[in-house]
């Protein structure tokens, strides 16, 4: 099993939706969340950053965090079609052999049609 | 803005030749990581560089990968020999420190025939 689990998709939703991303994680020592954009042929890109339980909200985009149930969310309100791409979450945990590593979903495709 | 900057973009190569990927971290940034990602995967750490020192490299197949960075500064991730099973994307990302943000070059696409 997979430390961190992510349905990839595809997903295919109309301009103006609202979008819901999902991940489960089984590590509990994992304390920082975050999720990253990948358009075709480019790098990850950095969304959103939380640490610990909560939710965090920039723009468009709300990151949710439930330790308790250790599920990461991310939602997209009136999305565009510029949102079309490949999102990941990834979380780490602070200290040990893992310092920085990031442990990553498998993506979620995500396309914004007119 | 200052961008990680990763070369060749493309690289088609056969089964048993050598390759080698390079990369230029954001200026002044200490951590530098290399990921492998699959397609239809999440990128999977490599190795990960403090300054010129390895960090951790538990996941690097040692015996056909080996990555160097001499003077804390760019690094090279090198495969020899390259096998079928290799062909993905390589991404390089570096930042300030251990604990910070990471930001992502553009990766090599790597073909193995």
């Known amino acids: 099993q997979k430390e961190v689990e992510q349905d990839p998709g595809p997903l295919s939703v109309p301009e103006g939706a609202i979008v819901s991303l999902n991940c489960t994680y089984s590590n509990s020592a994992f304390q920082y969340f975050m999720w990253y954009r990948q358009y075709s042929r480019k790098g990850p890109e950095l969304l959103m950053y939380?640490?610990?339980?909560g939710n965090k909200e920039d723009g468009r985009f709300t990151a949710q965090v439930d330790k308790s149930s250790k599920y990461i969310s991310l939602f997209i309100r009136d999305s565009q079609p510029s949102d079309s791409a490949t999102y990941l979450c990834?979380?780490?945990?602070?200290?040990?052999?893992?310092?920085?590593?990031?442990?990553f979903g498998q993506g979620t495709i995500l396309t914004v049609h007119p | 803005e200052a961008e990680v900057a990763q070369s060749p973009r493309y690289k088609i190569t056969e089964k048993s030749q050598a390759v080698a990927f390079w990369c230029d971290p954001i200026?002044?940034?200490?951590?530098l990581y290399w990921y492998r990602q699959i397609l239809g995967q999440g990128p999977e750490l490599l190795v990960q560089f403090q300054d010129e020192s390895v960090v951790d490299d538990s996941q690097l197949p040692k015996d056909r990968f080996s990555a160097e960075r001499l003077k804390g500064v760019d690094s090279t991730l090198k495969i020899q020999p390259a096998e079928l099973g290799d062909s993905a994307m390589y991404l390089c990302?570096?930042?300030?420190?251990?604990?910070?943000?990471?930001?992502f070059g553009p990766g090599t696409r790597l073909l193995v025939l």
């Open positions: 990834a979380t780490t945990n602070a200290g040990g052999t893992s310092y920085g590593k990031l442990t």
């Open positions: 200026s002044g940034h200490a951590t």
């Open positions: 939380t640490y610990s339980s």
């Open positions: 990302a570096s930042s300030l420190g251990l604990e910070e943000t990471q930001y």
